[in-house]
């Protein structure tokens, strides 16, 4: 499905538009021209429907250069490590999450726990895989003709990073699991989620002025993205907590 010019949205479950596994993050595909990168990588149970629906997009797979993973949770990155073999593309996330992923640590990314939770399936599991790069704040990494701009945002988890696109003057953020639509975000008791994190982390997108707003689940904006922000922050400048998804 093609967003904008440069940005397909190619993957995404039952928080999302179901175009691949149930429990699927939303993932999209970057377009720089020559070179192409994925944000997100689903669950890895259905890399092949990801990729039919890039195909059917007019994607040529071949140009994917990298895998832009915003966290550790096992619907954004677990197919990391199936898209790097594919695609021979290094895979680049924060230092905690190159940790969790490389070692393979469930416990890490909080998915023994929800699984016993019975948030995913007793038979999902994350397959390790190779980090090639740690991003941190302020990276930019080129994928062909555009840019991406790497923001620490941690809170809904450690290591949680957003992404920033610049396309001429329209700015567009993709931001994980941080902040949805409507200025929602997504709290759980787990190890390594941190209310005052996360409360910082928001604080960092008050003056992005985003255009197009892409998260990690649910509904997106193509323009006015900044109004899901301000949601969250008018909550937040009355010392009150937005609402969670979950
Ligand atoms: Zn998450």
């Given at each position: ?9 190619v ?39 990801i ?13 994917i ?9 096992l ?10 073999t594919?695609f021979?593309?290094?895979v ?19 998915l023994?726990a ?13 397959r390790?895989?190779h980090?090639?790069?740690e ?9 062909g003709?555009?840019e ?5 945002t941690?809170g ?27 200025g ?18 928001i ?12 998260p ?16 969250a ?5 009355q010392l ?7």
């Amino acid at each position: 499905m093609r967003l904008t010019p440069e940005v397909h949205l190619v993957g995404g479950g039952n928080l999302g538009f179901n175009l691949s596994d149930d429990f699927d993050s939303h993932v999209h595909i970057v377009d720089g021209g020559r070179k192409l990168a994925i944000i997100d990588t689903g669950t890895g149970r259905a890399e092949a429907e990801i990729l039919a629906n890039a195909r059917a997009d007019g994607i040529d797979e071949r140009k994917i250069r990298y895998v832009l993973v915003t966290h550790g949770h096992l619907d954004h990155a677990g197919g990391a490590a199936g898209m790097r073999t594919r695609f021979n593309a290094p895979v680049l996330a924060a230092a905690p999450t190159a940790d969790f992923l490389r070692r393979g640590d469930e416990d890490a990314i909080s998915l023994t726990a929800a699984r016993q939770a019975g948030i995913y399936p007793a038979d999902y599991h994350l397959r390790a895989t190779h980090v090639d790069l740690e991003l941190q704040d302020g990276d930019r990494v080129r994928v062909g003709a555009l840019e991406i701009e790497v923001l620490e945002t941690p809170g809904h988890c450690a290591g949680h990073l957003c992404f920033v696109l610049h396309v001429g003057q329209q700015t567009c953020l993709f931001t994980g699991d941080l902040l949805f639509f409507g200025g929602v975000i997504a709290i759980q008791r787990i190890w390594d989620c941190d209310l005052p994190a996360y409360v910082r982390s928001i604080e960092r997108l008050r003056d992005l002025s985003v255009d197009a707003f892409f998260p990690g689940h649910l509904a997106l904006s193509l323009k006015n993205g900044q109004r899901h922000i301000s949601a969250a922050l008018a909550r937040l400048d009355q010392l009150l907590i937005p609402s969670s998804i979950v």
